[in-house]
């Protein structure tokens, strides 16, 4: 994932696009609309006609993030190696990171709601690059796990409000564009920067990993403080409660609920997958792997719109599930030979990244009024699952071989599937009674007007 505007621009017409315009239309417009509302019709404010190019420096903010959110999992025996801890307990550097974010971002949005946006944005970034710049030069592992808490304090802030001042630099007919744009940052992240945060892990040693991260923030952070962000009115702050309150209402939980499942079967292996690609291959360069794996994760985020907008996003997340399932359990197999890793890790990230947008929508056609909330708990609930994947996949190889933690993990993900398998003979149960329309078809009728 190598880093800057020009990257960000080749992959726009065809990642994100199409499927951020699809959630807005179903759903995710009233959350566009609750965050640039007061931006846009003030008295002496201008609806802007054009995307603001500034965009792109909140984009290459998210590829700073992302490329910190996924990096470890390339080093992580890179590391191990130069601290003397076991893998297992370094994975646990990617538990503290993305359960800080899962837990901490509603929380920092409600204490820093009645700041200035764009100040409390600038300073979360530059916050982020020191934490990683602190990484990089932490003498001991507890330090190092410090820091990444501080990482992760930092991007839980910074991402929510990228993506909402993002849409306030863009008229409303282009707000899908301009989510996209921010959005898009984070998916190059997975696709180039993670490999090449291993890369240079790999050849340079771990902590010059942090500080490519620390570069590219800094990079981000400069160009926002030189070229400025547009001062907008930011809406009427939500109380940490109002934030929770829809989680519960037991159908918010019972969709929430298979995500968190499947993510701790994916990552409880992807925090480790360095560790199982050099076990089977005896190699110690992965990177090149990773980029297979994120590449698989773009194309699945972008046929995944496609096809949720032509079927019922249930039955498509069974589908989806059972081929992540399928894949993963023969992962330990078909990783033996670098031809059969690069494949079975294409097939296995297109898969999980295909529940992404599914997921997405049936979380926005839970209750549309309240659809930036549900977006926020939704996210919270990916990173909680990466945070519990590589706890358990840490736990887990104290008693288990690299080799078995596809299928430890496949148990997670069939759990997800009894649980959405439950839901939808449920819904149609209750179709047959002729009390309420089936779900999908439910789905394909709350779209909001734009």
Same mark, same amino acid.
């Given at each position: 994932m190598l880093p800057g505007p020009c990257s960000f621009f080749a992959f726009r017409c065809n990642i994100f696009y199409y499927n951020q315009n699809t959630l807005m239309r179903k759903g995710s417009i009233q959350f566009m609309a609750q965050t640039t509302t007061s931006s846009s019709v003030g008295e002496n404010q201008e609806i802007p006609e054009h995307i603001n190019p500034r965009i792109i420096l909140?984009?290459?903010?998210?590829?700073?993030?992302g490329t910190d959110a996924f990096v470890v999992a390339g080093v992580i025996p890179v590391i191990a190696r130069e601290t003397g801890v076991v893998e297992g307990l370094v994975g646990q550097l990617v538990t503290v990171f993305s359960l800080t974010y899962g837990l901490?971002?509603?929380?920092?949005?409600?204490? %820093?709601?009645?700041?200035? !946006?764009? !100040?409390?944005?600038?300073?979360?970034?530059?916050?982020?690059?020191?934490?990683?710049?602190?990484?990089?030069?932490?003498?001991?592992?507890? !330090?190092?796990? /410090?820091?990444? #808490?501080?990482?992760?304090?930092?991007?839980? %802030? +910074?991402?929510?409000?990228? +993506?909402?001042?993002?849409?306030?630099?863009?008229?409303?007919?282009?707000?899908?564009?301009?989510?996209?744009?921010?959005? #898009?940052?984070? %998916?190059?992240?997975?696709?180039?920067?993670?490999?090449?945060? %291993?890369?240079?892990?790999?050849?340079?040693?771990?902590?010059?990993?942090?500080?490519? *991260?620390?570069?590219?923030?800094?990079?981000?952070? /400069?160009?926002?403080?030189?070229?400025?962000?547009?001062?907008t009115a930011a809406p009427a702050p939500l109380a940490l409660l109002a934030r929770l309150r829809p989680i519960t209402q037991p159908r918010v939980i019972l969709t929430l609920l298979p995500a968190l499942l499947w993510n701790v079967g994916i990552y409880m292996l992807y925090t480790y997958i360095a560790l199982l690609l050099q076990h089977n291959m005896h190699i110690s360069d992965v990177s090149i792997f990773l980029v297979c794996s994120g590449l698989g994760i773009v194309l699945g985020n972008w046929s995944g719109g496609l096809l949720a907008d032509r079927f019922g996003t249930r039955r498509l997340i069974l589908l989806f599930l059972s081929m992540l399932l399928l894949v993963q359990l023969f992962l330990p197999l078909l990783t033996q030979t670098p031809g059969g890793a690069a494949l079975s890790l294409l097939l296995w990230s297109t898969?999980?990244?295909?529940?992404?947008?599914?997921?997405?929508? !049936?979380?926005?056609?839970?209750?549309p009024e309240h659809a930036n909330v549900l977006l926020a708990l939704n996210n919270s609930t990916f990173y909680?699952?990466?945070?519990?994947?590589?706890?358990?996949?840490?736990?887990?190889?104290?008693?288990?071989? *690299?080799?078995?933690?596809?299928?430890?993990?496949?148990?997670?993900?069939?759990?997800?599937? *009894?649980? #959405?398998?439950?839901?939808?003979?449920?819904?149609a149960t209750v179709a047959e009674t002729g009390l309420q329309a089936p779900v999908d078809q439910r789905e394909k009728v709350l779209i909001l007007p734009e």
């Open positions: 909140l984009s290459l903010g998210m590829f700073a993030l901490g971002a509603p929380v920092l949005a409600a204490l %820093t709601g009645r700041w200035s !946006r764009n !100040r409390v944005l600038v300073g979360a970034l530059g916050l982020l690059g020191l934490a990683n710049l602190a990484s990089a030069l932490s003498p001991s592992f507890p !330090r190092l796990l /410090l820091t990444r #808490i501080l990482a992760g304090c930092f991007a839980a %802030t +910074y991402a929510p409000l990228a +993506y909402a001042v993002g849409v306030s630099l863009a008229p409303p007919a282009r707000r899908g564009l301009a989510l996209a744009l921010v959005v #898009i940052g984070l %998916t190059t992240a997975t696709a180039l920067g993670a490999p090449l945060g %291993t890369w240079v892990g790999e050849q340079f040693g771990w902590r010059f990993s942090f500080t490519l *991260v620390a570069v590219l923030a800094g990079i981000a952070f /400069l160009s926002l403080i030189i070229c400025g962000l547009p001062e898969s999980a990244a295909l529940l992404f947008i599914p997921q997405q929508q !049936r979380v926005l056609n839970l209750a909680l699952g990466i945070a519990g994947g590589a706890a358990l996949g840490g736990l887990a190889l104290r008693f288990f071989a *690299v080799t078995q933690l596809p299928w430890i993990g496949g148990v997670s993900i069939f759990l997800a599937l *009894v649980v #959405i398998a439950r839901g939808l003979r449920g819904q």
